[in-house]
């Protein structure tokens, strides 16, 4: 049932962690063991590590707060 094969080298030896931004933005990330090939994926569709780097950063700046 596993559909996690590595777009490159279509090695199915590939592992999915799965990571939400401080955006809340859920972001799948893909690494083969295989040729070390790494993808990731925000709500279903392929975007480059430069995004994920985006998102990453733009995290709000307020502390946690409490009152
Ligand atoms: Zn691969």
């Known amino acids: 049932m596993s559909a996690l094969v590595c777009p490159k080298c279509g090695s199915a030896n590939v592992i999915n962690i799965n990571m939400t931004m401080?955006?809340?933005?859920?972001?799948?990330?893909?690494?083969?063991?295989?040729?070390?090939?790494?993808?990731?994926?925000?709500?279903?569709?392929?975007?480059?590590?430069?995004?994920?780097?985006?998102?990453a950063k733009r995290m709000p700046r307020r502390s946690a707060r409490r009152s």
Not at 28 to 55: M, N, Q
């Open 22 to 55: 401080e955006t809340e933005a859920p972001v799948a990330f893909y690494s083969c063991h295989s040729c070390e090939h790494r993808w990731w994926f925000k709500d279903g569709e392929p975007i480059d590590l430069g995004e994920v780097l985006t998102l």
